[in-house]
């Protein structure tokens, strides 16, 4: 049923916040984002008496686009957004479903689509202004896009940094990256924020034809992001040296030339900028494939073992990463964990994880040392947390979010190793928590 009508069998906005008991605000949140979360339909159909079946939005048929409109968002409830297509084409399928997320970086659009713990994952942008700085060789994170789509406001911009050599959308027809431009992504974030992240699929295609009935069951049928193990699709398949440094100016990329340390990083969707800092810290980096054994990794002597960011569900990865961790903990290696690494280190202690309502992804996302007393702004992309209270005794928490008080960091001190749930590179970010690096070489020191 259409919102307006839901609220007419209610009595009015007042009367639906009294009888369904979720307030005023959240009737005015239905009313601003033109959405209803799931979580509220059982105290409606309390109310009216209405039934499952009768709130569900029904899928429009296959229908022409509005004029002008070369793509389509369309929802796993058969909600579909039209707007402008970019990048590249779709099939008449659409591209493969995905989780809708939204980040709220103002910068770093490059970085961010190349970031591998995007795999699985539609991003909607929520600055308006994206592909205003170009795309160029030094910016990326892995060599190739695991994200499944882009969404923005804005047309796409033409390029103006003199570090770009090629437009978006040029660099994402090559990556095979489809995207769409026009939709309310106000309206799309506040979407994602009252309800979770929905299934959805972007369909860009060259034909200008749209199942819209089939583009809806393709994504009600996806069985989304949890129970997935993602990492295994965009690891490494080889082991390889890693010896590049971090971009400073006016030279770029550094080489290192005389490591003081080896670190085994262990590759669950590394970022090429942790690597960078590994290496600027004075760390020759080894890098194993997600799937490696503990024998494999020891087989390296090194002198610190890394576990890296990566997409999916952390307790489906743990399968065959939290054994691993496990024979490293006990063997007295100094360990550090970033993103899906602090979720896996945090299991292989002992914790567990869960499904955040709707997850952290953006630069400007505050946790708080709790050792320190000190805040840093943050550079964040998860979905998933480690809750803390199941942490045993031993594992001390180190740090939280300050935005809703999820964990962000832990240390074990008798087995040596710590992590946090945030990404101290700073790729794209502040660079807050980048002394982070440092406290990894003096573990290894000590």
């Excluded at 079946?53 to 039209?82: M, V």
């Excluded at 539609?122 to 910016?139: E, S, W, Y």
């Excluded at 200008?208 to 997935?228: H, Q, S, Y």
């Excluded at 709790?370 to 803390?388: C, K, M, W, Y």
């Amino acid at each position: 049923m259409e919102l307006d009508a839901i609220l007419d069998r209610l009595g009015g906005p007042d009367a639906a916040a009294r009888l369904t008991g979720v307030g005023t605000e959240a009737v005015r949140k239905w009313r601003q984002s033109r959405a209803i979360p799931a979580r509220h339909w059982p105290a409606i159909m309390r109310a009216t008496g209405l039934t499952l079946a009768e709130l569900q939005s029904e899928p429009t048929p296959s229908a022409a686009p509005p004029p002008g409109a070369t793509a389509a968002l369309i929802l796993a409830d058969g909600s579909t957004f039209w707007g402008t297509g970019f990048g590249a084409h779709t099939p008449e399928a659409g591209a493969e479903p995905a989780e809708l997320c939204f980040n709220t970086g103002m910068t770093g659009y490059q970085e961010t689509l190349t970031d591998p713990s995007y795999a699985g994952q539609i991003i909607t942008f929520t600055f308006p202004h994206i592909g205003n700085t170009g795309t160029n060789p030094d910016d990326l994170e892995a060599a190739t896009i695991a994200a499944r789509g882009l969404v923005i406001k804005s047309d796409i911009t033409a390029p103006s940094n003199w570090r770009a050599t090629a437009p978006l959308d040029a660099w994402l027809r090559r990556q095979n990256l489809p995207g769409i431009a026009g939709l309310d992504t106000r309206a799309l974030t506040q979407r994602i924020r009252d309800g979770g992240p929905p299934t959805a699929i972007l369909a860009y295609p060259e034909s200008g034809r749209f199942d819209l009935t089939e583009l809806a069951a393709r994504a009600a049928a996806w069985p989304g992001l949890e129970g997935m193990d993602l990492a295994r699709t965009v690891s490494a398949t080889q082991t390889y040296e890693w010896t590049e440094t971090i971009w400073q100016w006016p030279s770029g990329h550094g080489k290192l030339a005389t490591p003081r340390h080896h670190v085994v990083a262990v590759d669950y969707g590394a970022k090429r900028n942790i690597l960078r800092h590994l290496a600027h810290a004075g760390c020759r980096v080894t890098v194993v494939p997600a799937t490696s054994t503990a024998e494999d990794i020891i087989r390296h002597k090194p002198d610190g073992i890394f576990l890296s960011n990566g997409p999916g569900d952390p307790a489906a990865t743990g399968t065959y990463a939290v054994p691993t961790i496990r024979s490293l903990l006990d063997a007295g290696i100094p360990i550090f964990g970033i993103c899906l690494g602090h979720q896996l280190l945090a299991l292989a202690l002992g914790g567990h994880t869960y499904k955040l309502a709707r997850g952290h992804r953006g630069a400007n996302q505050p946790v708080k040392d709790l050792t320190t007393g000190r805040v840093e702004i943050t550079s964040q992309n998860h979905g998933f947390a480690v809750d803390a209270s199941t942490l045993p005794q031993g594992v001390e928490i180190t740090h939280e979010s300050l935005f809703d008080g999820s964990n962000e960091g832990i240390a074990c001190a008798a087995k040596r190793a710590f992590s946090v749930q945030y990404h101290p590179e700073a790729s794209p970010g502040p660079g807050d928590a980048s002394h982070l690096f440092q406290r990894f070489v003096a573990m290894m020191e000590a």
